[in-house]
């Protein structure tokens, strides 16, 4: 499981970083087609030693939230990002969250973390995530990319990936891919 969810001192097919990391926090983007299981692997990871400290941004494609809650026993620091995927809406809702998390957790609202996994909607191009955090300096001062993960269903991922375009964007970008 550490492979997959590396620590500041990222290993093999971590991202590299253009300046020194520093007090950054490590944000891990978990992506995969829908049905996939992010959620569970998400949920595996929060159960580990590794995953303790870690807060969590789920973004759903709907009205009523179901990934959210799944994980909010796993960790408290759950925020739900609802009813669109954070592709197709505005990144301003991205970035209000990530700064609302690091003034919460300053002020002692929410409990400390060291790191922030983004779960994505089953229809997500990752990009546009990637592309905030590359081109907003404050999320730079504050945050960087750590990793891409991409969940594949192994009973019909390959078919997933011939029919929708979503499904191949979210494998070229990944830095792993979880089958």
């Given amino acids: 499981m550490q492979e997959l969810f590396p620590s500041p001192a990222a290993g093999r097919f971590g ?3 253009k300046r020194e990391r520093g007090a950054r926090i490590p944000v891990t983007v978990v992506t995969g087609f829908l049905g996939a299981g992010k959620t ?14 870690t807060a969590v ?8 939230g179901i990934d959210d809650a799944l994980l909010r026993d796993s960790s408290e ?3 739900l990002l ?19 998390l690091v003034v919460d957790r300053e002020r002692g609202v929410i409990p400390a973390f060291g790191r922030i ?12 995530i990637l592309t905030t955090f590359a081109t907003d300096r404050a999320l730079g001062a504050e945050f960087f990319i ?9 009973a019909d991922g390959d078919k997933t990936v011939k029919k929708f375009a979503e499904a191949r964007r979210q494998i070229m ?7």
């Fill in 82 to 100: 609802g009813n669109g995927c954070l592709c197709c809406n505005f990144r301003s809702d991205l970035q209000m969250a990530l700064h609302r």
């Fill in 40 to 53: 569970t692997l998400v949920k595996h990871f929060l159960e580990t030693p590794e995953g303790r400290g």
């Fill in 173 to 179: 970008l990944a830095d792993r891919i979880v089958i």
């Fill in 146 to 154: 750590e990793a891409v993960i991409t969940v594949i269903a192994a």
């Fill in 117 to 128: 996994v983004i779960e994505t909607s089953g229809l997500a191009d990752p990009s546009p």
């Fill in 15 to 17: 991202r590299r970083q």
């Fill in 57 to 64: 941004l789920v973004n759903e494609f709907g009205e009523a």
């Fill in 77 to 79: 620091k759950t925020v």
